[in-house]
């Protein structure tokens, strides 16, 4: 799988924050403090793994700050098809949509498939990490 760009509607201090198109290989934000690199680790986590509880310890909600709708997309291929994940704040991690480039819905099922066997703290350990990992 590969990330091609995402859309942040609100999430922290990010709102309507498009990055679209990403170049595939290694992509490492910098920037200095206060600038969104964690807010935007957060928001890759939520999106992958769902929105963490009110009370987790850890991860962070990011209620929208500078307005929004809490949430946004991601923009994924498999080699073959392109993916949209959507993503909501609701209960169990929040609501996900997943679409093919038509705009079909595809099945919940389909994200577990792109991320294969990679579990969250894989994901938070090996590809994307910060200051805490």
Not at 21 to 32: I, Q, R, Y
Not at 33 to 43: I, Q, R
Not at 45 to 73: C, D, L, V
Request: charged fraction near 25%.
């Amino acid at each position: 799988m590969w990330i091609k760009g995402l859309h942040v509607d609100g999430f922290g201090i990010f709102h309507d924050a498009p990055l679209r198109p990403m170049p595939p290989g290694l992509t490492v934000f910098l920037g200095s403090n206060e600038a969104g690199k964690s807010t935007t680790l957060d928001f890759f986590r939520a999106m992958f793994f769902g929105f963490p509880r009110k009370n987790a310890i850890g991860r962070k909600q990011r209620e929208p700050r500078a307005g929004g709708r809490h949430g946004g997309r991601l923009f994924l291929t498999d080699g073959e098809r392109e993916i949209a994940l959507e993503r909501r704040p609701g209960a169990h991690g929040g609501t996900i949509s997943l679409l093919d480039a038509v705009g079909t819905p595809l099945p919940d099922t389909e994200l577990p498939r792109l991320l294969g066997s990679i579990t969250e703290a894989f994901f938070c350990n090996v590809y994307a990490f910060g200051l805490d990992e």
